[in-house]
DNA sequence: CTCCCGATAT
DNA sequence: ATATCAGGAG
């Protein structure tokens, strides 16, 4: 149940957002759907900056799925240390990769259901690798998505999944993919978590952070 | 719910 | 010093 003054909101928002970030596209640096999925598992609880200067070596060393087994794990601990949470993404990627060969024929399978069975790939990793590599309709709830919709009033819901849903609900599906990119940009340029630029903000009206100010 | 975990801005 | 960063698994 979607309220019509939250669909009222969102219009707006969003009209707002299409025109302020007119060419939204993955800031994750990737050469096919393998390199997505891998940068997207090193994306969690840090930012793609970072992941892009780790990748762009490790794309080097790593082309396909086999490449990530055939060392030993230390070694890609090693190779992914800076980013963080280096022992589980290493686990979640190695195990990614047997199961990529074990029963996707070594391809990143192009199904949401499919992506999130994968090792180290939740609703989040899998819309981002759906929506950016596959085209496939989808709304990756990240922390900016999540922060904004919460601030801005377009979901009363603090579970990314609910979340997700309600965007969904909010958005004709051509336009679900760039939504979250959207909200991502002005998450990182504007209503950034640390200290929101609200006096920059050009959604201030139909905001319910800034209103209850 | 807890744990994983380094880099960065404030 | 502390919060936060394009989360997911157990």
Not at 62 to 74: L, M, Q
Not at 134 to 156: C, M
Not at 185 to 192: K, L, Q, S, T, Y
């Amino acid at each position: 149940m979607t309220s019509k003054k939250i669909i009222n909101k969102a219009d707006k928002v969003f009209q707002i957002l299409r025109k302020e970030y007119p060419d939204v596209v993955t800031q994750l640096d990737h050469e096919n759907p393998f390199e997505l999925l891998v940068a997207t598992i090193l994306s969690a609880q840090c930012t793609d900056a970072r992941v892009n200067i780790v990748t762009k070596d490790l794309f080097k060393k790593y082309i396909i799925p086999k490449d990530y087994i055939s060392v030993p794990v230390e070694e890609l601990e090693k190779d992914i240390f800076s980013l963080g949470f280096y022992r589980q993404k290493s686990k979640s990627i190695r195990n990614m990769c047997v199961e990529l060969i074990e029963n996707h024929c070594g391809e990143v399978p192009a199904d949401f259901d499919k992506l999130t069975k994968l090792s180290g790939v939740g609703r989040k990793t899998a819309s981002v690798v759906a929506a950016n590599a596959f085209n496939i309709p989808a709304i990756a709830v990240d922390t900016h998505v999540k922060r904004l919709s919460n601030l801005i009033g377009l979901t009363v819901n603090k579970n990314p999944e609910k979340i997700e849903a309600d965007l969904k609900e909010l958005l004709p599906k051509e336009e679900w993919k760039d939504s979250s990119h959207w909200l991502i940009m002005h998450g990182r340029n504007i209503c950034i978590a640390r200290r929101p630029k609200c006096a920059e903000c050009k959604i201030t009206k139909y905001c319910d952070y800034f209103n209850s100010k």
